[in-house]
Structures are given as structure tokens and as C-alpha cells.
């Protein structure tokens, strides 16, 4: 049975969302600040994460970052948050996908159905791993968000950051510039691959023994980037 987690301060539209999902075999979770919603989904470690951006402790952006740090789960964003703006901040975040209020409850279904679907079918992204990434070059803490060479901290900035992170979740795979255009940049950055180069030449002189030559941060020439281990 799928987990959903539904993250949500409104009562009314919890119990609807809840009658909804578990009529169509969810097993649902819910909480109504970004506290608890850290809590649980480090816990119980649902399938899903339906989350509104308007919590009453904290924004839901920070509850995306904050999953984000040591998790891949997909993450529905259901907001009454509509502008471009605040769409890109969220997919920049780490979101997987938005839905505005009000909404349909049959496209809410379809999109969740979808993103257990990605999920179901890419076993590599799932959050199981350990915490910590160590190669012979560099250990990657993903909950603290600390980079190290040695004995000497690495200073990642929060693009580096995020692009590193996406890169060593999903260790030997192909990961598309336009997948890490749209995930570290947000949707209307999609042409600009320059981006990548720059950042991904910044991480391997950061993190290379050779940058010119990179073990570990590897370019699929005209495709995208993986991260060997």
C-alpha cells in the first residue's frame, strides 16, 4: 500500500484529502506544521509527500529543503500559491511537482499516481542510502550538508550544493541536463547548459584530484553528468 503523507493546516480539506486517498487504497499519514512534517517523514519514510506551502511554524519551502537534505521522496506541492515565482521556488527547492488551490481532486490522484509510478520505476532513487557518501577524494554528509577532503571542510555553495546532492543520490546513472537545469534552476532555466558547465567545472576543482581529468563527477558529452562511485 502507497504512503502518502499529507502535510496540510486546514482540517477540512485534511479529511477530504484522507477520504479520498484511502478510498483508492493510500494509507495516509497527515500533519499540520513543518515540524511534524519533518518528523514523520524521517520516520516513517512515506512513498509520497503532499505538502501546502503555508504552515503555520514554518514555509513550505523549508520543508522541501529540509527533506531534500537526505531524501528523494517525490514531493506534490498543493498551494494557494499560484504566481511563477512561486512555483519556480518550490521546483527549485526540490519539488516534484505543483498543484495550485482550488483543484481538481481527479488531477490531484493522477499526478500522485504518476510520481509513485517514477518512483516505482527508478528503485535507484529511493532513500534507503546511507546518509553519508565516502569515495578516496571527498565524504558527502547528506542530513548535516557538509562536504569534506580529508580533514579539511569544503565550502559548497547552495547551487554546488544542490547539484552535488542530486548527482550522488542517484550513483551510476545518467542524470539529463535538462533534469538538473529544471531540479537546481527551475523551469526557465532549460536552455541554459552553460549553467552546468560552469558549476559542475567549480565542483571538480573543488572535489577532483584532477579536474581535468574527473574520477568521480563524469560528463556524458551533448547528454548530462553521473556520479561514479
Same mark, same amino acid.
Given at each position: ?19 479520498? &486517498?484511502? %478510498? =483508492? ?9 513543518? $515540524?511534524? /512534517?519533518? !518528523? ?67 488531477? &490531484?490522484? %493522477? =499526478? ?9 520505476? $527508478?528503485? /535507484?532513487? !529511493? ?103
Amino acid at each position: 500500500m502507497t504512503r502518502v503523507l499529507v502535510v496540510e493546516d486546514d482540517p477540512q480539506l485534511v479529511r477530504a484529502l484522507k477520504i479520498n &486517498l484511502q %478510498a =483508492r487504497k493510500f494509507d495516509v499519514e497527515e500533519a499540520s506544521d513543518g $515540524s511534524s /512534517a519533518l !518528523r514523520l517523514a524521517a520516520t516513517r519514510k512515506p512513498d509520497v509527500i503532499v505538502l501546502d506551502l503555508g504552515l503555520p511554524d514554518m514555509d513550505g519551502i523549508d520543508v522541501i529543503k529540509g527533506v531534500r537534505g537526505w531524501s528523494r521522496v517525490p514531493i506534490l506541492v498543493l498551494s494557494a500559491r499560484h504566481t511563477s515565482e512561486d512555483k519556480i521556488r518550490a521546483l527549485d527547492a526540490g519539488a516534484d511537482d505543483y498543484v495550485t488551490k482550488p483543484f481538481s481532486m481527479d488531477e &490531484l490522484l %493522477a =499526478r500522485l499516481r504518476a510520481a509513485t509510478r517514477r518512483q516505482e520505476a $527508478s528503485p /535507484a532513487a !529511493r532513500t534507503d542510502q546511507a546518509a553519508v557518501i565516502t569515495t578516496e577524494e571527498f565524504t558527502v554528509d547528506l542530513v548535516a550538508k557538509k562536504v569534506r577532503r580529508g580533514e579539511r571542510a569544503v565550502r559548497l555553495t547552495p547551487t554546488e550544493w544542490h547539484l552535488l546532492e542530486i548527482l550522488i543520490t542517484h550513483p551510476g546513472r545518467l542524470i539529463t541536463q535538462s533534469r538538473l537545469l529544471l531540479e537546481v534552476w527551475g523551469p526557465a532555466y532549460g536552455e541554459n547548459t552553460n549553467y552546468l558547465r560552469v558549476y559542475m567545472a567549480q565542483l571538480r576543482r573543488k572535489l577532483e584530484a584532477d579536474p581535468s581529468h574527473p574520477r568521480y563527477l563524469i560528463t556524458e558529452p551533448g547528454m548530462g553528468y553521473r556520479f561514479e562511485p
